[in-house]
């Protein structure tokens, strides 16, 4: 019998610390208040969920097998791939890092999370960056962009454009409000990152972009 693959489903996951940084800063700078519930959703082992907590009173953190244990945070199991386990309006805010690009519907997942948002609640999403240089060298010479090669997958299997992020946000009836990138990236075939020189930020040298929307 062959191995069954589970497509789209990917548990305890850890994102890199300039995604978190980034998360931070654009979660503090909406300055919602202490007493705000707050959706970590694909939150993995819940290290950015710890990180809400000191901004939040009312933590959430929805996985497929969380295993985080903390009377700060309210755990929930569920597939992200189907509808959330939430009643509508429920959440101030839902950030989602490093989790759009494991599901098999997107769309599904922003109609989803606007359904679960209250008016005026925030959505923080973050995926790889294709239009980065690194990946369209891959693109260009592999054929495949650079975190949805075969080695990513079935753990990567929707890659996503900057522009596709904000057609779906607008799609599910949110209203966008900004994109951003993590000012990291590694230079291909080796350790080092182009931020060896300060001024190689922004879209072209950053590995991972970041889109900010608000249910009106």
């Given amino acids: 019998m062959l191995p069954i693959v589970r497509i789209g489903i990917q548990d305890q996951g850890l994102s890199s610390d300039p995604i978190y940084k980034?998360?931070?800063?654009?979660?503090?700078?909406?300055?919602?208040?202490?007493?705000?519930?707050?959706?970590?959703?694909?939150?993995?082992?819940?290290?950015?969920?710890?990180?809400?907590?000191?901004?939040?009173?009312?933590v959430h953190l929805i996985d497929f097998a969380p295993r985080i244990q903390s009377e700060r945070i309210i755990c929930c199991s569920g597939d992200l791939n189907r509808s959330l386990p939430y009643s509508d309006a429920?959440?101030?805010?839902?950030?989602?890092?490093?989790?759009?690009?494991?599901?098999?519907n997107p769309r599904h997942l922003m109609r989803e999370i606007a359904r679960i948002l209250k008016v005026n609640g925030r959505c923080l999403i973050t995926t790889p960056?294709?239009?980065?240089?690194?990946?369209?060298?891959?693109?260009?010479?592999?054929g495949q962009f650079q975190h949805f090669q075969d080695s990513g997958y079935p753990a990567h299997i929707t890659a996503l454009l900057p522009i596709d992020l904000?057609?779906?946000?607008?799609?599910?009836?949110?209203?966008?409000?900004?994109?951003?990138?993590?000012?990291?990236?590694?230079?291909p075939g080796t350790n080092k990152r182009w931020q060896v020189i300060p001024s190689l930020t922004g879209k072209w040298f950053s590995d991972n972009v970041a889109i900010v929307s608000v249910k009106a």
């Fill in 90 to 104: 429920t959440f101030d805010a839902v950030v989602s890092l490093e989790v759009i690009e494991h599901l098999e």
């Fill in 22 to 58: 980034l998360a931070e800063r654009t979660v503090r700078s909406w300055d919602l208040p202490y007493t705000s519930t707050v959706l970590d959703l694909g939150g993995g082992a819940g290290h950015f969920a710890r990180t809400l907590t000191l901004y939040f009173e009312h």
């Fill in 166 to 187: 904000q057609r779906i946000t607008i799609e599910a009836g949110l209203a966008f409000r900004s994109i951003s990138y993590t000012d990291d990236g590694r230079i």
């Fill in 129 to 142: 960056n294709q239009i980065s240089l690194s990946s369209k060298l891959c693109l260009l010479l592999r």
